[in-house]
Each structure stands twice: as structure tokens, then as C-alpha cells.
């Protein structure tokens, strides 16, 4: 106590306002309107659609030719079949080797890189606008032309393999996966999305051939350039590189990629235990919402209450109360299908039990009680802004409107989105967090020291399954190496 | 009365063939008190980035205190006289803003980005926390709890993240960068709110901060709310301490062998001594890291990646105020040892100082380096950063456009020289970190 009253003094006399009232901060002055980039559009004979949004000022563009087909639709025992068609795509061309197209690109100042979503594969380049022709002739031909070598697929193979011998030994990453196969079993969406080693051993020339020739299609493909460039030059610059690109039966494919109403699976509580883990990872998980679903806006706010930014509850109790974690926080990630919601912390082992405790208290009080408005009001307020920053680069720009084309949603919702989550109530985020966020319907998974923690775990839930890192098999829901008969 | 000196400062980019950046103008004030000023305007977004350099870092920990500086930035989120503990997040994250802060070797900023209405409102808090602090012990306890936890999640969590932790114990000999920002578990656990008041009193003052404000305002405006919320703060008439301790040159080469809990794929780190960042070589060595390590077609991630020894290659001109590192480094790809990368590495910094780059991949260099510039001016907290290095790291306001000029005109001839002078001196520290038998 008299620390802390000789500490106030000295702060007083530091700041020259002994024994002055407690000031009040300016207010703020009246804001001003923040511009939405708007888009224009165009559709090629083939099929293509081409987006543009200007962006005068600095040179730079930002451009993304997104294939509507990802991870999602790997084949059954082909896990990691997307992301390593995207992988191998710009390793090599008709008429490029594979040295040739990076050397070519980073020539411009460039950069261009190719990966697998979930519901989608992107090819992205970064350029400065002076140099933008030329750079997206090497994404045309990287789209048309690749020519898939065995001996690149193998060199990536190899490369990805390793990579997944270092991820294997991260508790985040770990749960992540874990949490994956929980909350979806054996349907698209629960593996990795870059494979494991045992599907990723099985993949040929042919089947990265295969996928490359159903779904890299201009019917099935969209266009997007963000930055200094004038529309009219975008589409001219798009009918010259893609307009010859023959349009094919494969049109169907994002349809099929998604897939039929689910069943829920029965939540479970699963330790993977890693005695040598320096810290404990814990997620949360269950499903969460299409993209299409109408309650997304509900679902925005009120993750935002929930986990989302640094001021949310689980934030609040975690860290800034309690000191437990560097940061907890909450997301749903909307697709095609029926996405997953997922809470995520790290903590010290010995902890790991009361965090889950913490969060599981936390999605339950959203469901039973109303947020009170003094606290949702900041909440929509930062979800606002986030969408303002997410809009200030090309490609921030490019990944908004790409986004709501990738799930059929107007582009005209760009300029409906800040009204959209002011109309949400503390009512619609109550009952929607009651219907989607209730903690009994959710899995729960740490990774870590198993023996710091699992007896308080237990003590909270009635069956703890406990894998060890050696028999855990991520290929199967069941998530545990079969064992061999004698 | 105060000084005010306006300079706009418009560079010549000359070179041929390659692109030009426009210059960043900015203005520059130095309030009576020492606080330096500078302004950036953009008014295309009703956005505005405030930030506050303090030239006080994980170099100015106390002793038995390594980790302090950085503990500290969190305290800095917590009461003042005027602001009860986290206010900062109500005036940025709950109006649509975000802010942040980051603890380097030498400077510690904090930053926020705001809807422009909110300039004044942040310049009040910014004195506020320039002015005074009041953390309770209830606070400060829990708070290093969190940095307790930052470390275990970015030094004992990853697989490598130890190997980037002893990186600069073993690179420095005498010099404090040798001890990690982050610090250790025991140092943290020995701090207390003493030391908390103590810091803030000595390096927490008005002549030793450096505020940059980009985007959305009004100038005038700007000047009276500066004046009236930071101005204000008194300057202590106590001298700042600075590290005055020097880095010897290295006598020979050193091998050291480290290791980490799970380290599925062994790694090797080599680090050499180079100038401070205002040294006129800083350009010409982040050149060379570029082209070694960024994109495919760099020379290691050729020779290395594609040629399928390492799994992934990093290089960093990590230039800072007092001599600092160039590192290297390699996690191998399985059935690969160490010494193939390191004996590779090296025999690509050979090629380079025997025979000049071609034209093409000089030029190549250059439209990287430049492209790369412009998208960190994308966002006005991306130009305030670039504005607070030049004047706390570099020492040179004017670096911000200069050093595009710099990279312009560099040769072929000043990359072989740089490579020659510091990366083949025969004096790296190798660092070969492997999993725990």
C-alpha cells in the first residue's frame, strides 16, 4: 500500500498536476465519410469473370486469378491434392522452365505465388503498375500452361514433407489439425490441407494433371486487379491473355465441390500429449456457418464480442485479467459448406485445463445472457474499422471483392456491410450465439504436457481420449494408429 | 518559442530503367521540451497513424533485468493519473481503430491508427502516458504473466524459435544486443514495480521520444493539439543514460553448438559484424540480402531450396544503431547435414566477391527492393515506420527518400566490396543447432 501511494506522488509531480481532478480525454470531432472502393466488372466470352477496382496514388497493383475449386475437393486418399497442383503449377510451362518463370517475375520487381484455400486456389501477384503486363503473362501461361514435370512434383513432394516434420512438432499447429478431424470426421474440410505424409506418398504426375485439367477453367475461374490501373486497360489486358483460353466442361465443379448437410458429430475432449511441447495449445471447435448463411452478419458480431480484436471477453479473462495466455481469441471461418468456429490460446502446461474451463464459461454466458449495449456498440465499432483497414492495400482489396465473388455474394456488399452489422442487436447475438455457440456442442483439444494437466481436465469432463504424439494418425477421425494383431 | 523548420525534400530518381518512388514529404518540428516532431499528410482516408518513438530499447536494460524494456511496453497499456488501465483500447480499438506496440534493440513504438476524429483524443493520451504512469502491483504481476507467456509461445513453442534466441548471445561479446529483447523467465520473474518507475523516469521523457504522425489532419490543428497534450510534459533536467560499451571486432571465427527440445530437421546460422545503420554501407548490405535469400531465383534459395539441400534459407542485414549482425541461416532438409549448406553458403559469398552481378540481376534486385518500399507506404502506419527508422535508427530524417536514391545508383562493384569487407572476413560465428539427445 505505501508503494503504491509514494508511486501516485511521484507520477503527479511528474506530470505537474499535483492534487488536479481527474481529466477527461477530448472528445472526438465529427468523423469523416470513409470511401468504399467500388468495383466494375466484365465477363469474357469464355466465361471469365474480370473485376477491377481502381485505386489511384502509389504505382502498385495487386492482381489474383482465382480458380473457384481448393482443398475441399481433394479426392478421398489425396489430401494435399490442391495446394500441391498450386505448388507444382509454377515450377514449369510449355515453354518455361521453372527457373525461368521466377527469374522472369522477380526481374519485374514482382511477386507471384500460387496456393489452396478451402474453397478456392489463388495465383497472386504484387507489382508495380509499369510492370503489370508483363507480369500477368506469366500467370496466364502458370494457368494454361503448366506442365506438371514428375521431377518437380517430386522436389516439391520432398520439400512439403519436410516442412510437415516441423509443423508436426508445434502444439498449435498440432491441435489445429486435431481439432480439424474433430469437428468434420472423415467429410471435405477435415484434413490438412497440405497433406500428410502418408497421402501425399500416393500422389502422382497424373492426378495433379487431372485436377489442373477439371478445374483451371475460365468458367470457373475470376479475375481480380486492385491498384493504379485504369478498368478499361484491365479488361483489354485480360481478353489478351485469357481470351483464348478455350472454355471447357468443368463449370460444374465448384458445386460439386461442395458437399451434402452433415450431420453433427459428437463433440469429444482429446489430448495430444507432447511431453517435450514447450507450451500447451488448446482449441475449441465445432461447426460454424456457410458463408451464404443469412445470420453471417450475427455471426461477425458476435465473435467479435466473443474472441475477436484484443478488447474481446476471452481476452479480457485470459489475458488482461488473469495473465494466462498471450492472447486467446475466436473465429469463425465462413465457406462454402458449413465452416468451422474455432476459440484458440497457448498457455503454460499447468494451465491448460483452467483456460478450457475459462472459455467454455465464456461461449456459455453469450448464449444466456444479452450483451449489454455499452459493450456491444465498441464491438460493432471495431468489427467497422477492421473491415476499413482490411480495404486499405491492393490486396487487401483484392482478397475483400475476390472473397464475395468466390461466394456468389454481389459486389454491391461491399457498400451494405457497415450498415449490415450496425442493425445487429444484442438479441440477435444472443440468440444466434444460443443456437450456434453453446459450449456442450464443442470439441476441445490441447496439445502439450498431458501429465501438467490431464488430472484437472478430467475432473471437468467425463471422457478425456489421450494420444500420445506416436500413435496419433490425423488421416482418420479416429485419430489413433491402429494397432498391429500379434 | 519553438523552431519550426519546414523541409520537403523531393529526390531524383535517375537510374535508368528501373522505377521511381514519389518522395514522402514530411515535416519537422522540435517542441521547447526536446520532442521531435514529424508529419506526414495523405488525406485520401479519414485515417490517421500516431506513433511515439522512445530511443530506449532492449539494448538500456538494467542489469540482471534483460527483458525489461520490453516488459515495461506492456505497463504502458496499463493507469496513468487520467486513464484507468486498457483506456487505450477504448480510444482505438472501440472507435474502429487498432494501436500496438513493438520493443527493438534500440527504440521502443507505439502506435495507433484511428479514425481522423480521434487525432487529438490520442495526442492527449500519448502525454498522458509520456507524463506519468501508475501501475499497481495487482497489474504489473499479471502483465508479466503475459510476457512470461510471450516467451513461452515465440522462444519454447516453435522448433527453432531458441536457435533465433541464443542467435545474438553467441554473435555478441561484449556489446548488451547480446542479451535478447525478450529477455529470460528468471530476469522477468526478478523485475518490480520499483524497477517499473525507475525506467519510466529515465527514458520516458519528452527529449527522448520521437512522435510521427501520417495520414488525415490538419497542420495547424496538429501544431496547437502537439504543443497543448505533449508539449506540456516537462523535460527532467537529469542526463539519459546511453550504452556507451563498444563491440570488439572479432579476432577469429567461432563455432558454437546449440540445441532445442524438438528440432525435427538440424539448422545452421552464420553471423558476421557490420557497420551501424547510418554507416553508408547499410544499403549496399541489404542489397546483398535480397539478393541471396528474397524470391526463387535469389542465389541461395537457388542453390539451397530448388537444389534441395535446405528445407528454407534466411538472410538479414539487421542493421541497427550500434554495429549490428548480417545472419544466414539454414534449416536442412532430411538427409542433409549442416555443413553442406554452410560450405555452399560460403562458396556463394566467394562467387560474388570474385565476380561482379550482371546487370540484370542487379537491376532485378533493385525493382524488388523498390516494389517491396512501396507496398510498406501503402498504409500511413507503414510510412510512419518507415519515417521513425530513418530518424531513430538511421539517424537521418532524410534517409527515407535518400536511400531509394542510394539504391538507385549502387554497383556491382559495391555489392563485390561489401561482400569482400564483411561477409568474408574470416570471422563468422557458426551456430549449429540440433535437437537435444
Known sequence: MKRLVALLLVAAVESGSIAAAVQTPPPPAAPRETKVPQAVEKTLGNGLRVIVVPKPGLPLVAARLMIRTGAGADPKNRDGLAQMTANVLTKGTKTRTAEEIARGVEALGATLSANAGWDSTSINISVMSANLGKTMEYVADVARNATFRKSELDRERARVLDSLQVTLEQPDAVAAMVASRLVFGAAPYGHNLEGLPSTLAKLTRDDLVKFHRAYYRPGNAVLVFAGDLAAEDAFALAEKLFGSWKSGAAAASAAESRRPERAPLHPRVVVIDMPDAGNSAVVIAGPGIRRADPDYSKAIVANMVLGGGYSSRLNQEVRIKRGLSYGAESSFEPRADVGPFAATAQTKHASAAELVQLVRGELDRLATTDVPEAELLPRKAAVIGGFAFSLETTSGIVNRVATLALYDQPLSDINQYVPRMQAVTAADVRAFAASHLASKDFSVVIAGNAKEFVEPLRAQFEDVEVISQAELDLSSPALRVRKKKE | ?437
Open chain 2, 1 to 437: 518559442m519553438r523552431r519550426l523548420s519546414l523541409l520537403l525534400l523531393f529526390v531524383v530518381a535517375a537510374a535508368r530503367g528501373a522505377a521511381t518512388i514519389p518522395p514522402i514529404e514530411f515535416r519537422h518540428r522540435v517542441l521547447p521540451n526536446g520532442l521531435e516532431v514529424y508529419a506526414i499528410q495523405d488525406r485520401s482516408t479519414p485515417t490517421v497513424a500516431i506513433q511515439v518513438w522512445y530511443r530506449v530499447g532492449g539494448k538500456d536494460d538494467p542489469e540482471k533485468r534483460s527483458g525489461f524494456a520490453h516488459l515495461f511496453e506492456h505497463m504502458m497499456f496499463k493507469s496513468t493519473a487520467n486513464m484507468p488501465s486498457e483506456m487505450l483500447d477504448r480510444l482505438t480499438e472501440d472507435v474502429g481503430g487498432w494501436n500496438n506496440a513493438t520493443t527493438f534493440n534500440d527504440a521502443t513504438v507505439y502506435y495507433e491508427v484511428v479514425p481522423s476524429n480521434y487525432l487529438e483524443t490520442l495526442l492527449w493520451a500519448e502525454g498522458e502516458r509520456m507524463g506519468s504512469l501508475t501501475v499497481d502491483d495487482g497489474n504489473f504481476k499479471s502483465e508479466r504473466d503475459v510476457v512470461k507467456e510471450e516467451f513461452r509461445s515465440s522462444v519454447l513453442a516453435p522448433p527453432y524459435g531458441m536457435l533465433f534466441h541464443v542467435m545474438e548471445t553467441d554473435s555478441f561479446a561484449t556489446h548488451p544486443y547480446k542479451r535478447p529483447v525478450i529477455g529470460s523467465l528468471e530476469d522477468l520473474d526478478a523485475a518490480t514495480l520499483d524497477d517499473v518507475r525507475a525506467f519510466h523516469s529515465t527514458f520516458y521523457r519528452p527529449d527522448n521520444a520521437v512522435l510521427v504522425i501520417a495520414g488525415d489532419f490538419d497542420p495547424q490543428q496538429l501544431d496547437a493539439w502537439t504543443d497543448k497534450y505533449l508539449g506540456a510534459v516537462a523535460k527532467p533536467s537529469t542526463e539519459i543514460p546511453r550504452v556507451s560499451v563498444k563491440e570488439p571486432p572479432r579476432e577469429a571465427e567461432k563455432r558454437v553448438t546449440e540445441n532445442g527440445a524438438s528440432v525435427p530437421l538440424p539448422a545452421v546460422v552464420l553471423t558476421w559484424l557490420i557497420p551501424q545503420a547510418s554507416h553508408a554501407d547499410s544499403v549496399p548490405l541489404a542489397a546483398v540480402n535480397t539478393l541471396l535469400t528474397e524470391g526463387d531465383s535469389s542465389r541461395l534459395r537457388e542453390k539451397l531450396v530448388r537444389g534441395e539441400v535446405a528445407q528454407e534459407v534466411f538472410a538479414n542485414a539487421d542493421l541497427r544503431e550500434d554495429p549490428g549482425l548480417f545472419e544466414i541461416a539454414a534449416i536442412m532438409a532430411s538427409g542433409h547435414e549442416t555443413a553442406e549448406a554452410e560450405k555452399m553458403i560460403r562458396n556463394e559469398l566467394a562467387a560474388l566477391a570474385a565476380k561482379p552481378v550482371p546487370v540484370s540481376e542487379l537491376e532485378k534486385v533493385k525493382n524488388l527492393m523498390l516494389t517491396s518500399e512501396l507496398r510498406d507506404r501503402e498504409t500511413s502506419n507503414g510510412k510512419a515506420f518507415s519515417m521513425g527508422e530513418s530518424v531513430v535508427i538511421d539517424h537521418d530524417a532524410n534517409g527515407i527518400n535518400d536511400n531509394l536514391a542510394k539504391l538507385q545508383a549502387l554497383t556491382a562493384a559495391d555489392i563485390q566490396r561489401v561482400v569482400k569487407q564483411y561477409l568474408l572476413d574470416g570471422k563468422a560465428v557458426v551456430i549449429d543447432y540440433r535437437e537435444k539427445k
